[in-house]
């Protein structure tokens, strides 16, 4: 099975900063990896998948990049509203796995 | 606009089956390049994905459940649900259903809200 590593699990960012969360597969993934967000009592939702094209209707501030197995999510200027647990999937082998999640919470 | 919505019961006793079912509005399981999954998070955890139906009827699961694990799809092709036997206190979790990505990318673009399972006696 295709483990995914996210770091760091917590993450202290002050509203208006920058935030960068980083997801590591135990072999390549190619570019078959999408990122999402998940805050308490809702369902997951997409930002991100191919490693870098951004799903409809998110703000642009959130960004995906890197192959292979080394990969970063950015989101460029934390708003109150992005608060919330990360996790990164990859979808290029079964079975489908997740990161742990990065909690990106208030400094 | 799609919408997903998971029904079953919220507690089932050890040793029994698990059985949910995932009502799909603005879409369907038709001739398309989709997978249609499922999807655990127990309490406090992350997440486990459990397994796909595609619309020839073709499934694919975690090998961590295959065993116990059953995904079928309802001749409407606007329900898919999801059976999983022997449930133990470790199947605690909210389950989601959750359509896959185009191109068999299977990336999970539309979520049902999630349905809280309890396995207790």
């Known amino acids: 099975e295709l483990v995914m590593t996210q770091s760091p699990a917590t993450l202290s960012v002050s509203p208006g900063e920058r935030a960068t969360l980083s997801c590591r597969a135990s072999?390549?993934?190619?570019?078959?990896l999408a990122w999402y967000q998940q805050k308490p009592g809702q369902a997951p939702r997409l930002l991100i998948y191919?490693?870098?094209t951004g799903a409809t209707g998110n703000p642009a501030r959130f960004s995906g990049s890197g192959s292979g197995t080394e990969f970063t999510l950015t989101i460029s200027s934390l708003q109150s509203e992005d608060f919330a647990v990360y996790y990164c999937?990859?979808?290029?082998?079964?079975?489908?796995?997740f990161g742990g999640g990065t909690k990106v919470e208030i400094k | 606009q799609v919408q997903l919505q998971e029904s079953g019961p919220g507690l089932v006793k050890p040793s029994e089956t698990l059985s949910l079912t995932c009502t799909i509005s603005?879409?369907?399981?038709?001739?398309?390049?989709?997978?249609w999954n499922w999807i655990r998070q127990p309490p406090g955890k992350g997440l486990e994905w459990l397994g796909y139906?595609?619309?020839?009827?073709?499934?694919e699961y975690n090998p961590s459940l295959k065993s116990r694990l059953t995904i079928s799809l309802a001749t409407s092709k606007r329900k898919f649900s999801l059976q999983l036997t022997s449930v133990t206190a470790a199947d605690t979790a909210v389950y989601y259903c959750?359509?896959?990505?185009?191109?068999?990318?299977?990336?999970?673009?539309?979520w049902g809200q999630g349905i809280p399972v309890t396995v207790s006696s």
């Open positions: 603005g879409d369907y399981v038709g001739y398309g390049s989709q997978y």
């Open positions: 959750a359509r896959g990505g185009i191109d068999w990318e299977n990336y999970f673009d539309y």
């Open positions: 999937q990859q979808y290029n082998d079964w079975p489908n796995t």
């Open positions: 139906i595609y619309y020839s009827g073709n499934t």
């Open positions: 191919g490693a870098s």
């Open positions: 072999q390549s993934v190619g570019s078959n």
